[in-house]
């Protein structure tokens, strides 16, 4: 059974750019979740996606984007990136349904300067 | 929105010794995780509750969802230098997304 897997490991962009994140589910799982994580602090909620479609919003602005892909793989789009954007970008993939145990990739490093 | 208060936010512990650590929330809750974080690292789950008053144990770990669901409490025995990280619970509502929670986090320092 494969994990989930995140790419890149690590970015540096500088603000205003964009950045594309991905994130290769669990197998056999079909939602995808994804969080931020800034320094010294618990992941807080993006966005969730579910076959394809997106299943939920956090607190996050229309910068925020993704996709989720027919394989169930899915990337995080984020546009005009702002220095506070910089932090830890974890993917959690889930069978869905009643339990959804997420289960959480190595995550992407993001440093906006 | 939801919030969780967990504490304590830091513990220094002898090894040997049995650690415990809670969580709690205006919030009911349907399911309550335990997940541990190394430096660097994604969060690791460590145990998942789905019931009210369900009592789950994971080796030397062992948590309990609490009866008014908005509560939930993690023990760890024995400790041992490994169990070093950041430990968070995590709570999730019913509903179209199941989106999680995050308490903000226990350090936990294990001392030889």
């Known amino acids: 059974e494969t994990g989930v897997t995140q790419s890149p490991t690590h970015l540096i962009k500088t603000r205003g750019q964009q950045v594309t994140l991905r994130c290769s589910s669990q197998?056999?799982?079909?939602?995808v979740s994804w969080y931020q994580q800034a320094l010294g602090q618990g992941p807080q909620f993006i966005f969730q996606y579910y076959r394809e479609e997106e299943n939920g919003r956090g607190n996050f602005p229309p910068r925020f984007s993704g996709l989720q892909f027919p394989n169930y793989s899915s990337e995080l789009n984020v546009n005009a990136l702002e220095l506070d954007d910089s932090a830890l970008y974890l993917c959690?993939?889930?069978?869905?349904?009643?339990?959804?145990?997420?289960?959480f990739g190595p995550g992407t490093r993001l440093t906006v300067l | 929105g939801q919030q969780l208060n967990q504490s304590p936010q830091s513990m220094f512990i002898q090894e040997g010794e049995d650690v415990s650590m809670n969580c709690t929330s205006s919030s009911i809750f349907n399911t309550w995780l335990w997940y541990k974080q190394d430096p660097g690292e994604g969060p690791v789950l460590l145990i998942a509750?789905?019931?009210?008053?369900e009592l789950t144990s994971n080796g030397r770990l062992t948590a309990q969802f609490g009866i008014t669901r908005k509560d939930s409490f993690l023990n760890i025995s024995a400790s041992i230098p490994s169990d070093v990280g950041i430990y968070f619970c995590?709570?999730?509502?019913?509903?179209?997304?199941?989106?999680?929670?995050f308490g903000s986090g226990t350090q936990l320092t294990v001392l030889p």
């Open positions: 959690a993939s889930s069978l869905g349904g009643t339990t959804d145990t997420q289960y």
């Open positions: 509750l789905y019931k009210a008053g």
């Open positions: 197998s056999g799982h079909n939602t």
């Open positions: 995590a709570g999730q509502l019913a509903g179209s997304a199941r989106q999680l929670t």
